[in-house]
Nanobody, 124 residues
């Protein structure tokens, strides 16, 4: 059974940094491309960042480029999202997702497995 478990969310102030983690089990982690999505109240789920299965190639939404960094540790079956210069508009539930293959997609429908999410709230 595949499980993705996010952690690291919480209440932070604007300008702060925070690191999210997503621990994966039940899949061959190194063979999966991983991504972070977020969903704010009343809004659709949106792509934040992705990291390819082997090359470590990355992709970011324009709204977080230069502020967020995605990384992975295949020895720990974990993907990370380092968030910096946080803004109130970054407030959302952050989900990690996994898809087989090497291509990063910004479409939520392309991902097979999802975590339950972790809440990040940025106060001004």
């Amino acid at each position: 059974q595949v499980q993705l478990v996010e952690s690291g969310g919480g209440l932070v102030q604007a300008g702060d940094s925070r690191r999210l983690s997503c621990a994966a089990s039940g899949l061959s982690f190194s063979m999966y491309t991983m991504a972070w999505f977020r969903q704010a109240p009343g809004k659709e789920r949106e792509f934040v960042a992705g990291i390819a299965w082997s090359s470590g190639g990355t992709s970011y939404a324009d709204s977080v480029k230069g502020r967020f960094t995605v990384s992975r540790d295949n020895t720990k079956n974990t993907v990370y999202l380092q968030m910096g210069s946080l803004k109130p508009e970054d407030t959302a539930v952050y989900h990690c997702a996994a898809r087989g293959g090497r291509l990063i997609s910004s479409a939520a429908a392309a991902y097979e497995y999802w975590g339950q999410g972790t809440q990040v709230t940025v106060s001004s």
